[in-house]
Each structure stands twice: as C-alpha cells, then as structure tokens.
C-alpha cells in the first residue's frame, strides 16, 4: 500500500479526480489511502491568510513558510521516519514513466502544491526532498500536476489494475509508444483490421505489434528511440522506415 498526503489550498479538487474509477476502487481495497491537507486551517491570520509579498518586490504574492511548515508537521509530528516529499514545481524534474515506477516503491508520500507566484524558499529547504514538473509549461497552481502523478503512481501499485500486463505494453512502460489496437467489428466504415491480427498466428501478432510500436515511436516520438533498448531486429526494421517513404 502506499500513502499519499497532499498539502494543497484546494483539497476539494481532488475527489473529483481521485474519488472515481480505477484509483477509487483502489482506495476502497486499501491499496492506496489519500489525505488533503487543506494550508489554511495551519495559518496564524485570522483571515485564514497564506500569502504575503516577496522581499524581491516584483508583482504577485508569494504562499507563506508558517502554514506550510506546520501543516507538515501535522503529517510526521508523530512518524519515526522522514516521508518522501515532493514539490510541484516547473523548475522540478520533467516526470516521466521510468519516475512513475520508481515512486511506486515508496509506502508514504507527501506532495505539496503551490500557488501564487512560489512559495517561500526557506520552508522548500527544510521539508522538500524533490521537486517535479509535469512539463515545460506554468499553471496556476500544483494540484493539477499533482494529480496527475499521483494517478500515474497509483496505476504502478500491484493489485491496482486488473494485470501487469495492462501497463507493460502501454506506450513509455518499455520506452517506446504501444501499437495500435482494435475491437469488434473486424470492419467499421470499409476499413478491416490488419489480418494479422485474426490470423491466430502469435508470433506473427508479437512481431507485428513491436513493428508497430516501433513505427509509431519513429513517426511521432523519434527522440524517444535514443533511450530505447532495441534489439538487431528492431535497429534493421527501424533502417527499413527511414529508407521508406512514410508521407
């Protein structure tokens, strides 16, 4: 099981995502447990104030160290050991799946989600352990991103979806994106699946379908391929591609 704890100043947002589904069913068989931490309720201000001005000057507010730092001590105050603990943030380390993986093996996780124009630096430093981007772009908040790790975590977590198998093949598990895929019936509009696929033939369907992958990773994520583990077989098919007119 593995446990989140998000420190964020919208914790309604999230049981809209994580409260349905796959990761709801998850949370009821006690794979994974959720707890939204809501800032405010740790500020000294009675107006349930977070933000205050930088000292840089500059426009925008920045979120406050106080109702950071003792929201956080609400989490571990009473823990004999240090949760992993991640901060939403555009300068962070862009997540991928490889990170997704590795996170699963934690038991306990503490994310905290930003707003404003940042958050003081000095409680960054004393509570946070790493800082991830969900891409090269800035919202307006990190509960958003956090949500999307989170479910990206979860899915990793044995017992959480129906096999290994439904992310083994899923595009960026094994570094490439997956293959197309169909269902009933064989025609749709005049258009048939590739016969390959009814042939009944396994080894044929495996071959076409790392063909497959390895075509629509060429097509539309060639930087993907550098990083890949690819066998003589798939660099020789991969030769074949660039020598062809794909257009």
């Not at 933000?51 to 507010?61: E, F, I, K």
């Not at 083994?168 to 696929?197: A, C």
Request: aromatic share 10%.
């Amino acid at each position: 099981m593995i446990r989140f704890d998000v420190l964020t100043l919208f914790p309604d947002m999230f049981s809209a995502v994580l409260g349905d589904s796959i990761i709801k069913r998850a949370e009821e068989k006690g794979l994974v447990s959720f707890n939204f931490i809501d800032i405010r309720d740790y500020t000294k201000n009675k107006h349930r104030k977070v933000d205050d001005y930088p000292y840089s000057g500059g426009g925008g507010m920045l979120m406050s160290a106080q109702p950071i730092y003792d929201a956080y001590q609400s989490i571990v105050k009473d823990l004999d050991y240090k949760p992993l603990t991640i901060y939403m943030s555009p300068q962070g380390k862009v997540f991928n799946q490889k990170m997704a993986v590795d996170l699963s093996k934690y038991e306990h996780i503490v994310i905290l989600c930003g707003h404003y124009e940042g958050i003081d630096h000095r409680v960054l430093d004393m509570i946070v352990d790493m800082e991830i981007s969900i891409g090269d772009f800035v919202l307006t908040g990190g509960e958003i991103p956090a949500m999307a790790v989170i479910d990206s975590i979860s899915r990793m977590i044995p017992g959480v979806l129906a096999s290994e198998s439904s992310y083994e093949n899923e595009s960026h598990f094994s570094g490439l994106l997956e293959y197309p895929q169909y269902t009933r019936p064989e025609e749709f509009m005049g258009v048939k699946i590739p016969d390959v696929l009814i042939s009944g033939h396994h080894a044929r369907v495996d071959e076409w379908k790392r063909e497959q992958s390895l075509k629509n990773t060429y097509l539309k994520r060639p930087d993907l391929l550098e990083k890949a583990e690819l066998s003589k077989k798939d660099i020789e098919y991969l030769e074949k591609l660039k020598n062809a007119d794909l257009d």
